[in-house]
Nanobody, 122 residues
Framework: QVQLVESGGGLVQPGDSLRLSCAASGGTFSSYVMGWFRQAPGNEREFVGSISMSGETSYVPSSMEGRFTISRDNAKNTLYLQMDSLKPEDTAVYYC???????????????WGQGTQVTVSS
């Protein structure tokens, strides 16, 4: 069973960049597909992207493509989300999650971090 802890959130201005990290422990990190989700107040939890176990393949929705990049370092048991050109509508709590088979549905992920707040405001 893997435990996940996100970090790196904060208050930034529109157009800024931010990199979130998700540290994993208690399991074999490289045996999990990892995903990022976000949730703004009053909204459903939204899929931000996922990355394969090896890190060779990643996916972000087209609405975020070009601004968000997912990567992982299996030697460090860490997942990353690089966010560039941030917009106020990116404001949300960001969560990392893990499962064995990937996908974009939050319900398919078994393990979750506690979330980190990202606020984009001038």
């Amino acid at each position: 069973q893997v435990q996940l802890v996100e970090s790196g959130g904060g208050l930034v201005q529109p157009g800024d960049s931010l990199r979130l990290s998700c540290a994993a422990s208690g399991g074999t990190f490289s045996s999990y597909v990892m995903g990022w989700f976000r949730q703004a107040p009053g909204n459903e939890r939204e899929f931000v992207g996922s990355i394969s176990m090896s890190g060779e393949t990643s996916y972000v929705p087209s609405s975020m493509e070009g601004r968000f990049t997912i990567s992982r370092d299996n030697a460090k048991n860490t997942l990353y989300l690089q966010m560039d050109s941030l917009k106020p509508e990116d404001t949300a709590v960001y969560y990392c999650a893990a499962n064995r088979r990937g996908g974009s549905a939050w319900s398919s992920y078994n393990y979750w971090g506690q979330g980190t707040q990202v606020t984009v405001s001038s």
